[in-house]
C-alpha cells in the first residue's frame, strides 16, 4: 500500500514540477529511507551512508537549475555525409 501511495505522490509532483529538479530530489529517497529505518527499527547506519547522504543533499541544490536561467538546449549534429534526417526537422 505504501509503495502505491508513494506512487501517486510522485506522479502528483510530476505535474507540478520540472522533471530534471524531480529527478534530481528523487536522489534523497535512499538517503531518508535509510534515515527511517534507523529511527523506527534501530537500523545501524555507517559511516559511508552518512558520508553519501552529506554529498547527495550538497548536491542537490547544485543541480536543481535556477528558474532565472534559461536552459541552453545543443542543436543536434548533422550526419557526416551531408544527408539531412526528416523525421529530425
Known amino acids: 500500500m505504501a509503495e502505491h501511495r508513494t506512487l501517486v505522490t510522485v506522479s502528483w509532483a510530476l505535474?507540478?514540477?520540472?522533471?530534471h529538479a524531480a529527478s534530481t530530489v528523487l536522489l534523497a529517497v535512499p538517503m531518508f529511507a535509510s534515515?527511517?529505518?534507523?529511527?523506527?527499527?534501530?537500523?545501524r547506519i555507517a559511516l559511508g551512508q552518512i558520508v553519501a547522504g552529506a554529498v547527495v543533499l550538497l548536491a542537490i541544490p547544485g543541480a536543481i537549475r535556477r528558474p532565472d536561467v534559461p536552459p541552453t538546449?545543443?542543436?543536434?549534429?548533422?550526419p557526416l555525409d551531408g544527408t539531412v534526417d526528416r523525421a529530425v526537422t
Open 15 to 19: 505535474r507540478h514540477v520540472e522533471a
Open 35 to 43: 534515515l527511517w529505518a534507523h529511527l523506527l527499527v534501530g537500523e
Open 73 to 78: 538546449f545543443e542543436p543536434i549534429p548533422q
